[in-house]
């Protein structure tokens, strides 16, 4: 029996391809093929773009797939939510969709938008957005390069970003976000009722989680003179407590432990006050909660 599973082909292709490697997912590709490979034979991968996923999903052709809330959304496809990756091309917040005005056409908010023509990929989106504030306005599809329709051919654009840049460069502002968009791991929801498929995207949700949950944390390790130990502990945040063992040289312990990796710079030097030596920083690939 075989899973298959949908992945992103685009710009979040290879975020999630390093995602699932750090997982303990080898998956390699040609650069014109839609069938990766993968070394688990109970999985099957098939490249599309987001866009399309969920419908995939609904329809069972896929029996799971990665894609984000915004086009689940945008599609109204009935599927299983399984997990909620935060990550990206960039970074690891939400992507929002936004709405972008030039910046000297003097539309400050939503409500300036009435009877105005805006342009956007998320047509249905939009559509909720602009009922949900009583503004109506002539929504048309752009194929692409949306940014630079506004103001020559539209009032206002409806656009995804994660850093605010390129709409900036084209001189556009954010007047309101639309929708905050991370990308779900979805599943079929007959696939989902399957005790064999659900326990294979179960497993692959955890590995998945973990290898997310690692990407922000290192591992420590070190020695300490028994007598500096509880200085040392009370200068080390922790995962939960850490790993204490014995050395072989009498009154000494090695200390182990994990943290987030952003506040490695300041506890260092308060370790090494405290008494600790051979201090020793570590990747981690997964972290299983």
């Not at 990756?85 to 938008?113: C, F, H, M």
């Not at 559509?127 to 752009?142: M, R």
């Not at 922000?216 to 009370?234: F, P, Q, R, T, Y």
């Amino acid at each position: 029996m075989q899973l298959k599973l949908g992945l992103p082909k685009g710009s979040l292709q290879e975020a999630t391809f390093k995602m699932f490697k750090k997982a303990g997912y080898s998956i390699s590709v040609g650069s014109r093929s839609y069938f990766p490979s993968v070394d688990d034979k109970e999985i099957q991968i098939i490249l599309l773009r987001a866009q399309e996923m969920s419908r995939y999903v609904e329809d069972g052709v896929l029996d799971c797939g990665m894609t984000g809330k915004d086009w689940i959304m945008e599609n109204d496809s009935n599927v299983t939510e399984v997990l909620d990756l935060v990550y990206g091309k960039q970074g690891k917040n939400p992507v929002r969709w936004v709405l972008a005005v030039p910046n000297d056409s003097g539309i400050e908010t939503v409500k300036d938008l009435q009877g105005k023509r805006i342009a956007t990929e998320v047509v249905g989106l939009t559509k909720q957005y602009l009922d949900k504030n009583g503004v109506t306005a002539d929504i048309e599809f752009s194929w692409g390069a949306t940014e630079v329709k506004a103001p020559s051919l539209v009032d206002a654009i409806v656009e995804l970003t994660e850093t605010g840049s390129s709409l900036k460069a084209n001189n556009l502002k954010i007047i309101d976000t639309v929708v905050e968009s991370t990308t779900k791991l979805i599943a079929n929801n007959e696939s989902w009722q399957d005790p064999w498929k659900k326990k294979k995207i179960e497993t692959i949700a955890l590995l998945l989680k973990s290898a997310l949950s690692a990407g922000s944390k290192v591992g420590l390790k070190m020695n300490v003179a028994e007598d500096n130990l509880k200085k040392v502990i009370e200068a080390l945040p922790a995962l939960k407590r850490p790993t204490i063992s014995q050395l072989s040289e009498d009154g000494w312990v090695a200390v182990e432990t994990v943290i987030e990796e952003h506040v490695v710079r300041e506890i260092v030097p308060k370790l090494k006050d405290a008494g600790a030596e051979g201090i020793i920083e570590y990747p981690l690939n997964k972290v299983i909660l």
